[in-house]
C-alpha cells in the first residue's frame, strides 16, 4: 500500500499546473464546437420559418380555390376574398385569365373554346408583404353551356 502512494505522489510531484497552451487549445475547442452548435440552431430556425412559411400559403391557396369552387361561375370572385382572413404578414393576388384571352403553358397556347364551354385559368399567388413570393398556384374552371 505505500507504495502505491509513493509512486502516486511521484507522478505528481513533476506536475507544477497546467500550461498556458493547453488553456488556450481547450477555449479554441469550446469555441468550436459552441459555433458549429450555435450554426446548426440558425439553420433549423430558418428551415422551420421556410416551412411554415410554405405551410401557411398552402393552407391560403387551399382555402381561395375551395372558396372559388363553391361559387358559380363569374368574371371576378370577390366574394372570395371577403370569406378567406389573410394573416397580415402576406398577400394574396387572384388572377383570372378566360379562354379567349388566350394562355400558354408548357409551350403551347390555348386560346378556343370547346363546344360553346368558357375556361377560366384561375391563378392564386401568396407572397410576403415585402412582396417575395412563396407560393403561385392554378386550376381551372369551366362554364358548361347546358344542350
Not at 363553391?70 to 366574394?79: G, K, Q
Not at 408548357?106 to 364551354?117: A, K, L, S
Not at 391563378?123 to 362554364?143: H, N, Y
Request: glycine share 6%.
Amino acid at each position: 500500500m505505500r507504495l502505491f502512494r509513493k509512486a502516486k505522489l511521484r507522478f505528481l510531484s513533476g506536475q507544477r499546473g497546467i500550461s498556458l497552451i493547453e488553456v488556450l487549445v481547450a477555449v479554441a475547442t469550446f469555441g468550436l464546437i459552441g459555433a458549429g452548435l450555435m450554426t446548426a440552431i440558425d439553420t433549423n430556425a430558418r428551415a422551420t420559418r421556410r416551412l411554415d412559411e410554405r405551410v401557411t400559403a398552402t393552407n391560403l391557396v387551399t382555402a381561395y380555390f375551395e372558396a372559388i369552387r363553391a361559387m358559380p361561375y363569374a368574371e371576378t370572385y370577390p366574394d372570395a376574398e371577403e370569406l378567406i382572413t389573410v394573416p397580415p404578414q402576406y398577400t394574396v393576388n387572384v388572377d383570372i385569365s378566360f379562354s379567349s384571352d388566350g394562355y400558354t403553358a408548357d409551350g403551347i397556347t390555348w386560346v378556343d373554346t370547346y363546344n360553346g364551354e368558357t375556361i377560366q385559368k384561375i391563378t392564386v399567388a401568396v407572397s410576403r408583404e415585402d412582396g417575395k413570393p412563396i407560393l403561385s398556384v392554378c386550376t381551372f374552371k369551366t362554364k358548361r353551356v347546358e344542350s
